[in-house]
């Protein structure tokens, strides 16, 4: 760790990610003290998290460029171009001491965003208007999968905004239509292009080609894995539930850990841990317990999931099999080519990421995904949080409704916000747990 | 209390704005002439009018209640979508021979995945709307006009040729020409018409035969010429803001002393601001040039924050406003920050503005009042 003495602290933002790596520092230590393997992988976690933080510091710290960019919009351009990155994306994710998420919600409101608007674009528009956010050399916007991102994009370039000089690139999604046809991931790759050109133009580093496709070949390695753990999750009783994998998976492969090799030791690590759980019998629930397999169709409720997932595990032996960022429909680049890279990453922005390959396209995707996740896991129950700022899955409630119905399990609808446990207070979450299984049979 | 628009032009536009389905739709349908449903001001009316189609812009006027479509949306989607599909699912839509729909906004495109689901119309094809308006945008979107062009054709055995699109186009900018009249008069002292009226005209345009309503305006404008509103209202007022299709919200601004004078909303002022260049050689292209690059757009467009802002603000002064009332609908996350933008924005420019939220249907208008009423008394009207 850097000397405070030394330590250059007139960005707001950067101060914030020196203040984060310490904090994930500091948990990962702490709870490295349990001595249990599954936690000291999760421990490693919060390493990669401090390591993609200090990054950022350093280059700031250095006068080196570094950017935004996101999960969807090319993530492996960061390592091929020499350029550390972050995710702007990120505030209610990462959130940690500097203000509870309860203050920074509040806080967006009194500033003038409704409380109908999703509690992620608030608290992340909130993050920049209070400066919050590191400046960085340019930045790779990312305007979908809903509404809300477009607008954080354009509150990031308003004039009362300290990005508001960042050179800002939005690679289109302008296709709509989900089923990855080549001439909309054409269309998505020649946006890409555009945007590697773009960070030439504004950081002065240059994409060389041969390094990324070291880094794809490496990210690829992530996605193999994921795959091969994901399908270790299919056993019963599930080894796993809402601590591990899932979402982790995504947050790995896609933000924090993209093309490193330490995280591909990791995706290994985890593999292996789950091969021995899974040959030796053990799940998640306490023996003796009917297990409830289920499937969290929407983002994880990561600031609170402790709250009410142990207890289901415990009170019912229902265990999150499944969750829709933990969900693994990628296939690997072919880096055979110039063209297939450019495509493959188009095809994996668009078409493969988990949210995004349901929310931009028609509901028949959202469809489709809930026919593979129910019979591949053996699904039971499929739980539709109702995420208050997720319009466009909103959008389709009574279709997925039916699909349940047509795939004969349970569609259990809760109502909440994802990030805000006030919304719908965990009591009331439990309550309508408690309701639905006995209505169902299950207590 | 102003004297009503005696025309009779106006008369039959108001009849086309009160509810659905109307007589100049059924006088259409009557000779066999087929309509065409489309969601959002971004999808070009020359292309269903080169086709031998009615285009009528969805709306759910006179919808009842949202009971239906709460069965297929959640209380957390706005109250415009749940409306269309509640009337949608009670066969308020038959009188349609097909639907257009666009993913201009996240709840808009899944009333598409909903509309295929319940098999609601013969016809329904979806555009795919880029989120920025550069000429690689251009470029696509023109593709996506060229789609539903061949799209139509297929459907509705017609042939939509390029002579038949310039003159679409030649009717639309005249509709364009026409609207820009009324709006114009607008900005005398003593405006000829009410912003309920104008209004009522507008959406008017969206509910019957071109040629027809262009016939309409310009018998209205030779009565709005030496017309003079009676009242005497506190505050000239500028509305800008999302779907706003229902003159009775206008007309409970102007109860409480609020005229508006212009608009910078989609069924309004955004609708005919410029014209479609009929000097491009290829219409496809003019066409998709205008719909994604000319007109101002919705914060949907992430690239035009700047040029909204100035569009509002240009407007505001242009016609004279004392304030702005931003309105949006509960749950609609693009105007909910655009809203948060522009309050910093107008408060910059100095010019007063009220951030308004609203469900589709107007009922109960006394909040309605009281906050426009304290707004107008902040402004020392």
Same mark, same amino acid.
């Given at each position: ?54 990054? !950022? ?84 916007? #990312? ?54 050109? #773009? ?16 880094? !794809? ?194 569609? #259990? ?23 639905? #299984? ?6 | ?18 509810? @659905? ?29 080169? %086709? ?36 949608? @699912? ?130 209205? @404008? ?52 410029? $014209? ?37 603000? $240009? ?7 004392? %304030?702005?009332? %931003? ?18 924005? @107008? ?18 208008? %006394? ?15």
């Amino acid at each position: 760790m850097t000397e405070a003495a030394e330590v250059k602290i007139d960005d707001p933002g950067i101060q914030r990610f020196r203040e984060e790596r310490d904090q994930f520092t500091n948990l990962g230590a702490m709870i490295g003290l349990i001595d249990d393997p599954e936690v000291k992988l999760n421990v490693r976690i919060t390493a990669f998290v401090a390591k993609a933080r200090q990054k !950022i510091v350093d280059a700031y710290e250095q006068g080196r460029p570094f950017i935004a960019n996101n999960y969807c919009t090319a993530p492996e351009l960061g390592l091929a171009m020499d350029l550390p990155w972050f995710m702007l994306f990120d505030a209610p994710f990462t959130l940690m001491g500097r203000q509870s998420l309860h203050e920074v919600i509040d806080e967006s409101v009194a500033m003038g965003l409704g409380s109908d608007l999703c509690t992620a674009i608030r608290t992340n528009i909130y993050y920049v208007e209070k400066n919050l956010v590191p400046v960085p050399t340019a930045a790779v916007g #990312f305007v979908f999968p809903c509404d809300g991102m477009p607008m954080l994009h354009q509150v990031m370039g308003h004039s009362s905004s300290s990005w508001r000089d960042v050179p800002l690139i939005c690679p289109d999604p302008a296709p709509y239509f989900a089923d990855g046809n080549i001439e909309s991931i054409d269309y998505f790759a020649n946006e890409l292009r555009k945007t590697a050109a #773009f960070l030439t133009e504004h950081t002065g580093n240059k994409l060389d080609m041969d390094k990324l496709k070291e880094v !794809i070949d490496e990210s690829n390695k992530h996605y193999e894995l994921w795959q091969e753990y994901n399908d270790l999750r299919r056993a019963v009783p599930a080894p796993h539930g809402h601590s591990m994998g899932g979402q982790t998976c995504y947050s790995m492969a896609q933000i924090f850990g993209v093309g490193d090799p330490d995280v591909t030791t990791w995706f290994q690590d985890l593999v292996d841990l789950t091969e021995e759980k899974v040959a030796a019998g053990k799940g998640v629930i306490p023996e003796g317990k009917k297990e409830i397999r289920l499937f969290w169709f929407d983002l994880n409720p990561t600031t609170f999931a402790d709250q009410f997932m142990p207890w289901l595990e415990e009170e019912y032996g229902a265990v999150m099999v499944m969750d829709m960022l933990g969900y693994h429909d990628y296939t690997t680049i072919d880096t055979s080519s110039e063209e297939e890279i450019w495509r493959g990453l188009a095809k994996r922005g668009l078409f493969d990421t988990p949210m995004v390959r349901q929310s931009i396209g028609t509901a028949d995707g959202f469809v489709k995904d809930l026919h593979r996740v129910v019979e591949d896991f053996k699904i039971d129950v499929v739980i539709w949080p109702g995420h208050m700022g997720h319009k466009e899955m909103l959008g389709t409630y009574g279709i997925m409704r039916e699909a349940c119905r047509e795939l004969g399990v349970h569609f #259990f609808d809760i109502r909440m916000d994802i990030w805000d446990d006030r919304y719908t207070p965990i009591d009331q979450v439990k309550d309508k747990f408690t309701r639905f #299984f006995e209505a169902a049979g299950y207590a | 209390m102003n004297t009503p628009i005696k025309s009779e032009a106006f008369s039959i536009m108001t009849q086309a704005t009160a509810g @659905l389905e109307n007589p100049a739709i059924d006088e259409w349908k009557a000779q066999g002439g087929k309509t065409i449903g489309y969601f959002c001001s971004m999808l070009p009316e020359e292309l269903f009018l080169a %086709g031998g189609l009615l285009p009528f812009r969805m709306r759910a006027t006179g919808s009842e209640g949202t009971d239906g479509g709460d069965s297929y949306f959640t209380n957390n989607n706005c109250t415009f979508v749940r409306h269309c599909f509640s009337v949608a @699912l009670d066969g308020g839509y038959d009188f349609l021979d097909g639907v257009v729909v666009i993913n201009s906004c996240d709840q808009i495109r899944r009333l598409y995945d909903n509309w295929l689901h319940k098999d609601i119309s013969p016809f329904v094809h979806m555009v795919a709307l880029p989120r920025q308006s550069g000429p690689d945008q251009v470029e696509w979107y023109t593709g996506e006009f060229h789609r539903l062009r061949k799209s139509i054709e297929e459907h509705f055995k017609v042939e939509i040729t390029d002579k038949g699109l310039r003159e679409a186009i030649a009717v639309m900018n005249e509709t364009r020409r026409l609207q820009r009249e009324v709006y114009e008069l607008r900005k005398r002292e003593r405006p000829p018409i009410t912003g309920a009226e104008t209004m009522a005209i507008m959406v008017a345009g969206t509910a019957m035969p071109k040629v027809r309503y262009n016939e309409l305006l310009r018998e209205l @404008l030779t009565e709005l010429e030496t017309r003079e509103l009676e009242t005497t209202y506190r505050a000239r007022i500028m509305v800008t803001g999302g779907i706003l299709d229902d003159p009775t919200w206008m007309e409970a601004v102007e109860e409480v002393g609020g005229l508006v004078v212009t608009d910078g909303t989609c069924f309004g002022g955004r609708l005919m601001h410029c $014209d479609v260049d009929e000097d491009i050689v290829d219409p496809m292209e003019a066409l998709s040039q205008y719909y994604l690059a000319d007109r101002p757009s919705c914060p949907r467009m992430i690239d035009t924050q700047v040029k909204r802002k100035n569009y509002t603000v $240009d407007l505001a002064r242009e016609f004279n406003c004392d %304030g702005i009332i %931003g309105e949006k609908m509960m749950f609609c996350d693009m105007w909910q920050v655009e809203q948060f933008m522009m309050t910093m924005d @107008l408060k910059e420019e100095e010019i007063p503005f009220l951030k308004l939220e609203r469900e589709y249907i107007t009922s109960g208008t %006394g909040q309605l009042k009281t906050r426009v009423q304290a707004f107008i008394e902040t402004m020392g009207k």
